[in-house]
């Protein structure tokens, strides 16, 4: 986890220190100005102006820590805040550390949790204010995202959200098993309202679904040099419609090492916002399974099929769920981890 801190006054920077040096699992940089460098010994100089770093953390950080004011925070994060699917969170604490203020991204982002570790280390009190984390309820944004669940809607999650605070019973259907000790608020049985988990985001067991998709799915791609993008990225969406698995379910896109500059694949895996993996022809056909052949493709790459052996290289389990498909001269397959639900 990246983490940039900012403080603002000498007291605030020996408190940096302290973080760094308890935060040793993430990458922790912590930026004071000049005139307090010297009152500790971890911390960065921040030369540009607080609205140019923070332009940079908003795209770079997974948490941002602001010990000072709270004030200071809002006015700096304020032109930068966009999504609760995307914003980092944000800690706010007093140069002290008695009072630790999760601030922004509670739930996805991880506040919540990150606040009270900070308020551990600090010895101080962490301050939350989410309805569902104060009143002891389940909160399905915040498990969604500790599961490597993408949630489709939020304006659903907001209102299932709603209903567990007015002590209302969530209805749950899942195509994978289920363990765990189940929330008080969750039931199996017919409810109008309820969660649905599948790679199919049209599945709609309830009357308002909302539907959270595993990311699980590792697709492989081959594709001639210099195709269009476009044909790329729609082959994929249209091979994983025809399956009905939602393109939200790809974990990673893959391919052989000689496509590693690919433009249009590389685009394709940054539009789904996943990793692009590539693997040389020997590490490809040392995979295993039935896969298809094309001499074509073994005379120019040294291996009998791309798309299927590198969507089974990018798997966890090596299970194959879709066979290579053509579409628009790109070929693709799919993969698929073992997944189960656990609460």
């Not at 393109?247 to 694949?265: G, P, R, V």
Request: hydrophobic fraction near 40%.
């Amino acid at each position: 986890m990246k983490i940039d801190i900012y403080a603002f006054s000498g007291n605030g920077a020996r408190l940096c220190d302290k973080l760094i040096e308890h935060l040793n699992d993430d990458e922790v940089n912590a930026y004071v100005p000049k005139r307090y460098t010297d009152s500790a010994k971890l911390v960065k100089l921040r030369e540009e102006n607080l609205y140019k770093s923070m332009d940079e953390s908003f795209r770079s950080a997974d948490c941002i820590i602001f010990v000072g004011s709270t004030g200071i925070a809002v006015r700096a994060i304020a032109p930068f805040v966009r999504s609760k699917k995307t914003d980092p969170a944000v800690i706010c604490m007093d140069e002290k550390g008695i009072n630790v203020i999760s601030l922004l991204s509670g739930h996805i982002g991880g506040a919540n949790r990150l606040t009270k570790k900070i308020a551990d280390i600090a010895g101080g009190n962490p301050i939350i204010t989410t309805a569902t984390d104060i009143n002891g309820k389940f909160a399905v944004d915040e498990w969604a995202h500790n599961s490597n669940l993408h949630i489709m809607s939020l304006k659903r999650a907001r209102n299932i959200a709603a209903d567990i605070l007015e002590d209302k019973k969530i209805g749950f259907k899942s195509d994978f098993n289920v363990t765990g000790s189940i929330p008080d608020e969750i039931d199996f049985d017919e409810k109008e309202t309820g969660i649905c988990i599948s790679l199919d985001s049209d599945k709609a067991p309830f009357k308002s679904t909302l539907n959270l998709i595993p990311r699980i799915v590792s697709v492989g791609v081959g594709c001639r040099k210099g195709t269009d993008f476009n044909d790329v990225y729609n082959a994929v969406k249209e091979v994983l419609r025809r399956n009905n698995i939602s393109h939200f379910a790809i974990s990673s896109i893959n391919s052989i090492d000689l496509k590693k500059e690919e433009e249009a694949i590389k685009r394709t895996a940054e539009i789904f916002k996943v990793p692009f993996h590539t693997y040389s022809k020997d590490e490809l056909n040392r995979a295993e399974g039935q896969f298809s052949s094309s001499d074509f493709v073994k005379s120019v790459a040294g291996v009998d099929t791309v798309c299927e052996r590198a969507a089974i290289m990018g798997s966890k389990t090596k299970k194959m769920i879709i066979n290579k498909t053509v579409v628009n001269s790109v070929t693709v397959a799919a993969a698929v981890d073992e997944y189960e639900v656990r609460f």
